[in-house]
């Protein structure tokens, strides 16, 4: 798991993540899910929303102004879901 990766995860569920949580959805431990909210939060580029109450945790809103995942805006454009051999999804599954 990159920050990358991490964001755009986060984009996408909508969901308030904090650091144990994040490290849970890519099978990391909560160390490296605290090193990407750190640098989530740290990045002016992205809208976070953060609620402390009773534990701090962060929802990604917006990167770089767009508030939808680059997946949907790729299929909305396309008007169709992109193939998996294109997304690097698994094609043999």
Known sequence: M????AEEKMLETG????????GREFG?????GARCIKNIC???RYKVVIERSPIKRVKVTAI????MTI???QNTALL???PALLTGGN???
Do not use: V
């Open 91 to 93: 094609c043999h599954a």
């Open 2 to 5: 990159n920050t990358n990766q």
């Open 71 to 73: 997946d949907k805006l």
């Open 64 to 67: 770089d102004g767009r508030t």
């Open 42 to 44: 740290a990045d002016p």
């Open 80 to 82: 169709f879901k992109r």
């Open 28 to 32: 990391c431990s909560a160390k490296h």
């Open 15 to 22: 969901l308030f993540y904090n650091d144990i949580l994040l």
